[in-house]
């Protein structure tokens, strides 16, 4: 409901044009809580995986080459961006990639190790962000409650 349909509510401008405020800020969080919804679930499948992974790489390898070309497919649409992050994952996983491709084990492990640090700390940053964007939900939700209340 905009303020231009809250005339008939017998409403003050201010007060419409507060709720038209809320109604707006709404449709912007629900854009962005879209993208970071989807961004989360993403990044949650690739943690799950190399957990599985890590479980046993100090034993084996065997399973992370196996998984490699699928992983790498996977993570490669999480890091499309030209944030330093996303340029210091993308290095991680080149390296990855070489020391399989040459059955290093020790470099292996070593670049997993970093791989599967940096997939992590990006992960909880995304639920961090997704986290915090629940949060403004309630703050922009207030200020259309105290409307509400005045239409009812």
């Not at 854009?31 to 919804?37: F, N, Q």
């Not at 034993?59 to 992050?85: G, N």
């Not at 990855?96 to 040459?102: E, G, K, N, Q």
Request: contains cysteine; charged residues 30%.
């Amino acid at each position: 409901m905009r303020a231009r349909n809250l005339a008939h509510c017998e409403l003050d401008a201010d007060k419409a044009s507060q709720f038209n405020d809320g109604v707006e800020a709404l449709a912007s969080l629900e854009h962005s809580l879209t993208i970071l919804v989807h961004s989360h679930n993403d990044w949650q499948e690739l943690d799950l995986e190399l957990r599985r992974i890590e479980a046993n790489i100090e034993q084996d390898i065997f399973e992370l080459e196996l998984s490699w070309p699928d992983l790498k497919a996977m993570a490669e649409s999480l890091y499309s961006s030209i944030d330093e992050w996303a340029l210091l994952f993308q290095q991680d996983s080149e390296n990855l990639d070489s020391a399989i491709a040459s059955k290093n084990p020790v470099k292996v492990k070593r670049y997993f190790r970093s791989y599967r640090r940096r997939a992590g700390d990006r992960f909880f940053r995304v639920d961090m962000d997704l986290k915090r964007l629940c949060g403004n939900l309630r703050i922009v939700g207030e200020p259309l409650v105290s409307v509400l209340r005045l239409i009812e």
